[in-house]
């Protein structure tokens, strides 16, 4: 019989964190919508689940950490609750990166946000619209809004322009 061979310490301890990276990796990976997609992230995307996009159905957008805030808006005559994920959240879950997103509507209206805007001012990508979903008539499915009420610099022309309702598509460069 002959004797197994000595196993390395070193090359063990590298197959087994080889093997949790891979775990680890695979975890990060954006699964592939089940359902029709809703918002599609592309440019600078380092996790994409369809072709070179990272794209999202409703339910992946549910399925990320939700906010919440109740905000005065030039779109609306009373002040109403919007609701969904952080816009650095669903960036984050693309594994994106970049200076500037280029936020595109169903109407082909786009406006360019400032990346530093995601990190610093909290807009969300709003899917519910005092607590239920929007329809594309109430500025829908989604909308990236910012929480105008929480500072005062935010109510301002630049932040409602850079607001984009009716979202199907961050472009980020």
Known sequence: MIPPRPVHRRRACGLVLASLLGAAGSARALAPPAGPVVLEVRGRVRTPNVEAAACFDMAMLAGLPQVGF???TPWFAQPRHFSGPLLRDVLAAAGAQGTRLRLQALN???VDMPWDDAQRHDPIVARLLD???MAVRDKGPLFVIYPFDDRPELRSAVYYNRSAWQLRLIDVA
């Open 108 to 110: 082909d209206y786009r």
């Open 131 to 133: 607590g239920a979903p």
């Open 70 to 72: 109740t905000t005065r």
